[in-house]
């Protein structure tokens, strides 16, 4: 009697175990069945998935040499799958369709969607990183003080609080800090000019109608005139910091600056209103904390 259960526990776990075929082929839960002629592996189910290997991005960052091709599960920051090119890590969470056209990884492993539009490639989110490029960190003032003084480029999150407007909107960044030799922006991207913004308003119709375009359909308030969001652009309202310090108008205003120098210690930057769909111009102090865009290298 102990024969025959050890013998139907033996033949349970043969059951369970994958099927190999000619050719170094292998098939999971096929019924014996070869397996598609162009898979090494072929798993079949209809109520299972696979899991590939789930990490942190300080773990994905630290493999020592990834092959190419190499994918995991990020579990933190920008969570979903990355393979390795060969020569960096992308993020596959952002694909083709809606005119989305890939992504793009900052310094910090912040992943942000990117948008054709025209001819241009900008980002579709509002720039969060805390580096520039070669690694040192932006300067981070949150007293009103030293943002009055800063000495430098600089950087904030609205009221301070990282935790609530972070995704939301983005950092604000002073105009020393934009044109920064350091760059602000990824590898291959910069802060517009001037010049290519006026180039992204010409393409959506001019400044009377280029700000409805551009504005998010949420996350403004209401009653967020024009917005369509027609081309993806996503611009956010993530308000701005004064010269003095004080913060203002998140929800109802987004700016956004370009590294096009004006008059009197001012430079160029752009102006969206909950109110209505006009793309406005200014020149406002360089002491001011804007959102950022960044567009992809010619």
């Given at each position: ?5 050890n013998?139907?526990i033996?033949?349970?776990f ?8 000619s050719?170094?082929q ?16 072929d798993v079949?189910s209809t109520t ?12 994905r960052?630290?493999?020592a ?14 969570a979903?799958f990355?393979?390795y ?10 694909g083709?369709?809606?005119g ?7 310094m910090?492993?912040n992943?942000?969607?990117t ?33 009055h003084?800063?000495?430098g ?6 009221n ?28 291959g991207?910069?802060?517009?000019t ?11 119709g001019?400044?009377?109608?280029a700000g409805?375009?551009m504005?998010?359909?949420i996350k ?8 369509t969001?027609a081309?993806?652009?996503?611009a ?6 004064n ?22 210690g ?10 209505d769909p006009?793309?406005?111009?200014f020149d ?9 865009r960044c567009?992809?290298?010619?």
């Amino acid at each position: 009697m102990k024969t025959i259960f050890n013998l139907f526990i033996i033949i349970g776990f043969m059951l369970t175990i994958p099927n190999l075929h000619s050719f170094g082929q292998l098939s999971i839960n096929t019924d014996g069945t070869a397996p598609d002629a162009s898979a090494m592996l072929d798993v079949k189910s209809t109520t299972s998935g696979i899991l590939t290997p789930r990490m942190t991005v300080v773990q994905r960052t630290g493999i020592a040499t990834p092959a190419t091709g190499l994918l995991v599960f990020q579990t933190d920051g920008t969570a979903g799958f990355y393979y390795y090119t060969g020569v960096e890590w992308k993020f596959l969470g952002f694909g083709s369709g809606n005119g989305y056209s890939g992504n793009v990884i900052d310094m910090d492993g912040n992943v942000y969607p990117t948008i054709i539009i025209g001819s241009q490639e900008w980002m579709a989110e509002n720039l969060r990183v805390t580096h520039y490029r070669n690694g040192d960190a932006i300067a981070h003032f949150t007293s009103n003080i030293a943002w009055h003084l800063p000495g430098g480029g600089a950087y904030c999150w609205y009221n301070n609080n990282e935790s609530s407007f972070k995704l939301l909107s983005g950092a604000l960044y002073n105009y020393y800090a934009v044109t920064d030799s350091r760059n602000i922006c990824p590898n291959g991207w910069h802060v517009p000019t001037d010049a290519e913004f006026t180039t992204l308003s010409a393409y959506l119709g001019g400044d009377a109608v280029a700000g409805g375009k551009m504005k998010s359909d949420i996350k403004w308030t209401f009653p967020n005139t024009g917005a369509t969001n027609a081309n993806s652009f996503s611009a956010q309202s993530g308000g701005y910091r004064n010269n003095a310090g004080t913060f203002l108008l998140n929800g109802g205003y987004g700016y956004y600056w370009s590294t096009t120098p004006a008059t009197s210690g001012n430079a160029k930057h752009l102006g969206l209103y909950y109110s209505d769909p006009v793309l406005y111009r200014f020149d406002g102090d360089q002491l001011n904390g804007f959102s950022v865009r960044c567009l992809r290298d010619n």
